[in-house]
């Protein structure tokens, strides 16, 4: 499970805090922020596999990135 990795690296302890911010967040409009995060750490994923070594499935992440941030609005309209 994600929250299982553990190291001793400011990076780290920042991703730590975000994963257990996200395991707090609860209700309606938890479903939508937590899409929202979702998309937006994906999006960050696609843009440094492009960047590092131009490899991987770029495209089929940003999309799915994208579909993740309709799914946000969708939820949030509810």
């Known amino acids: 499970m994600l929250h299982s990795v553990r190291e001793s690296t400011a990076e780290n302890a920042a ?27 994906l999006e960050h994923c696609a843009y440094e596999m492009a960047r590092n070594d131009g490899r991987g499935q770029v495209s089929r992440i940003i999309l799915i990135s994208a579909e993740l941030e309709r799914m946000a609005r969708e939820a949030a309209a509810q």
Do not use: K
Not at 15 to 22: G, H, K, L, Q, R
Not at 30 to 39: I, T
């Open 15 to 41: 991703f730590e805090d975000v994963i257990a911010m996200a395991h707090e967040m609860q209700g309606n409009r938890a479903v939508s922020e937590l899409l929202r995060l979702s998309a937006a750490l």
